[in-house]
Each structure stands twice: as structure tokens, then as C-alpha cells.
T-cell receptor
Framework: EAQVTQNPRYLITVTGKKLTVTCSQN?????MSWYRQDPGLGLRQIYY???????DKGDVPEGYKVSRKEKRNFPLILESPSPNQTSLYFC?????????????FGPGTRLTVT | ELKVEQNPLFLSMQEGKNYTIYCNYS?????LYWYRQDPGKSLESLFV?????AVKQEGRLMASLDTKARLSTLHITAAVHDLSATYFC??????????FGTGTSLTVIP
């Protein structure tokens, strides 16, 4: 089954404790992206990647890191989480070959930083 | 930066009625996307509009794109309860960065 998976789905952590949210897709998509969703703000793109070893900042990259060492994986790293990073996070992927860039979203990770 | 504005933000409509959600964007975006999100769920792609004048329909939903007016619409025909969800539009800039609207929360009342 074609899908985007994220782990963990729920995470409660404390300020300053480094964490990684994994994202993996099995569709051989070139484009992968991370978003955060906050009430009243819609989705905001954090980072995106056009292909392996190519990453770009989105609208809200501060406090986040990403890497794209393999085509299928795009982990999101919070080196020193703060309470304002409490949010719902989505990973998405799309093919660039069709020009449409239609995105397929993962199930989401709800992060709480206390 | 590409700004995407949706209206209305909240929409309550009776079953059987028609309505339109509007999505305006600030600068050139030759691709426009519509997504649906059910409460507590992820986003599902509804439509990808790739060119000026594009119109796509799926069931009771029809989306259109006017790139000259920088406007996309999502028209709902004869609403049913199953269409209750939050709908997002999104654009993409020339650097392949996505920008989403804040969403329209649709409630269909029996």
C-alpha cells in the first residue's frame, strides 16, 4: 500500500530534550516536506526537500533541522524543543515528474513540549 | 511570499443547498490545490488545478482556477452531511514552496 508513515504519532517531552520525528514514504517520491498545523494558522511549511541531499527552508524553519540521506526518509529534528513548538506535525511527499506535485500526507504527529 | 486567503473561515449550511468557498492568492501560482481534513485526521488531496481555466469535479465538489484573477473556487452542490470537514487551498511558488490558506470549516446541517 502506498503510504507516508510518521513516528511517533504522539509525543510529550520537556523543554530542551532533543527529539526526532521520522517520516518515510514508499512511493519513490522525490519531494518531501514537513508542516506544522496550529489552530487558526492553517499549515505552514517548515522544510522541504526536492531530492536526496537537497533541502530548503520553508516558512517557519527556526528551531528545526532536517536531513535527506535516503530518498524514502526525511526526519525532522528538534535539537532543543521549546513550548512554542507544541503543534501537530505532518510529513508529506509528492512526485516531481508529473509537474502537479500532488502531495500525500502522513497521519500526523502530535507533539507537546512542557 | 505567496499569501493564500480563504473565505469564509466557517460555513454552516443546510443539506441540499449549494455554496462556494473562495481562495485568493497574492502572487503568481500556476498550480492550486484543494485538500480535505476530517477532525483528528490527516489531509486528503481533492483537486490539483494546473492551468488557467482548469475545472475539476468529483461528486458534489467542483473546483476551478482563474490565474488572472488569482482566484480558485470550491463549489459544493446539494450538500450532504458527509461533506462536513475542513477544506484547505494551497498554492506553490516558483521555488516549489507550498503556502496554505487557514482553512474553511464546513458543517452541513440535516
Amino acid at each position: 500500500e502506498a503510504q507516508v508513515t510518521q513516528n511517533p504519532r504522539y509525543l510529550i517531552t520537556v523543554t530542551g530534550k532533543k527529539l526526532t520525528v521520522t517520516c518515510s514514504q514508499n512511493m519513490n517520491h522525490e519531494y518531501m516536506s514537513w508542516y506544522r498545523q496550529d489552530p487558526g494558522l492553517g499549515l505552514r511549511q517548515i522544510y522541504y526537500s526536492m531530492n536526496v541531499e537537497v533541502t530548503d527552508k520553508g516558512d517557519v524553519p527556526e528551531g528545526y533541522k532536517v536531513s535527506r540521506k535516503e530518498k524514502r526518509n526525511f526526519p525532522l529534528i528538534l535539537e532543543s524543543p521549546s513550548p512554542n513548538q507544541t503543534s501537530l506535525y505532518f510529513c508529506a511527499s509528492s512526485s516531481t515528474g508529473s509537474y502537479s506535485y500532488e502531495q500525500y500526507f502522513g497521519p500526523g504527529t502530535r507533539l507537546t513540549v512542557t | 511570499e505567496l499569501k493564500v486567503e480563504q473565505n469564509p473561515l466557517f460555513l454552516s449550511m443546510q443539506e441540499g443547498k449549494n455554496y462556494t468557498i473562495y481562495c485568493n492568492y497574492s502572487t503568481t501560482s500556476d498550480r492550486l490545490y484543494w485538500y480535505r481534513q476530517d477532525p483528528g485526521k490527516s489531509l486528503e488531496s481533492l483537486f490539483v488545478l494546473l492551468s488557467n481555466g482548469a475545472v475539476k469535479q468529483e461528486g458534489r465538489l467542483m473546483a476551478s482556477l482563474d490565474t488572472k484573477a488569482r482566484l480558485s473556487t470550491l463549489h459544493i452542490t446539494a450538500a450532504v452531511h458527509d461533506l462536513s470537514a475542513t477544506y484547505f487551498c494551497a498554492g506553490i511558488n516558483t521555488g516549489n514552496q507550498f503556502y496554505f490558506g487557514t482553512g474553511t470549516s464546513l458543517t452541513v446541517i440535516p
